[in-house]
C-alpha cells in the first residue's frame, strides 16, 4: 500500500531532516520525520537503509501475482507517482484503487470500509 517505487527520489529531502538527527540516531536506531499535519513519525534507520539496498521497479517487474495497490490521493509521504509508476510496471490482473482524502496511513475510520472492502473483495476474487 502506497509503497515507495523512487528511493532516491526521496534522499534528498529525507537527508535535510535526518542529518541534524546523525547522532540520535546512531544512538537510538531511528529517526524522527514530522508531516505536514506537525505529527511526529519514528523510522527505523534500516527502513531508510533499506529503501537503496533494493532497486524496486526491476523487482515490480517480477511479479507474477495478482495484485492490488491502494492509494491515498492525500499521501503527503508517498506521491501517487510512485504507485502509477508501479502499477504500469506490474503483469496482469492488476488494480490501483486511489482514494479521494486518504492520507499516506489511512487511519481514520471512515476510510476502513473502503480499504477493506476493496482488499476483501480482491483476495477471495484471486485466492483460490
Avoid: C
Amino acid at each position: 500500500m502506497a509503497g515507495v517505487s523512487y528511493p532516491r527520489a526521496k534522499y534528498t529531502s529525507w537527508k535535510k531532516k535526518i542529518l541534524p538527527q546523525y547522532f540520535k540516531i546512531l544512538k537510538s536506531g531511528y529517526f524522527t520525520v514530522e508531516d505536514k499535519g506537525g505529527r511526529k513519525n519514528k523510522i527505523k534507520l534500516n527502513f531508510y537503509k533499506d529503501l537503496f539496498k533494493y532497486n524496486t521497479l526491476d523487482s515490480i517487474k517480477k511479479i507474477s501475482v495478482p495484485t492490488l495497490i491502494i492509494h491515498g490521493a492525500e499521501d503527503e509521504i508517498v506521491s501517487l507517482k510512485h504507485s502509477k509508476k508501479a502499477f504500469s510496471l506490474l503483469k496482469n490482473p492488476k488494480k490501483l484503487i486511489i482514494i479521494p482524502g486518504m492520507n499516506h496511513l489511512w487511519q481514520q475510520p471512515k476510510y476502513y470500509k473502503k480499504v477493506n472492502s476493496a482488499v476483501v473483495y480482491w483476495l477471495k476474487k484471486y485466492l483460490k
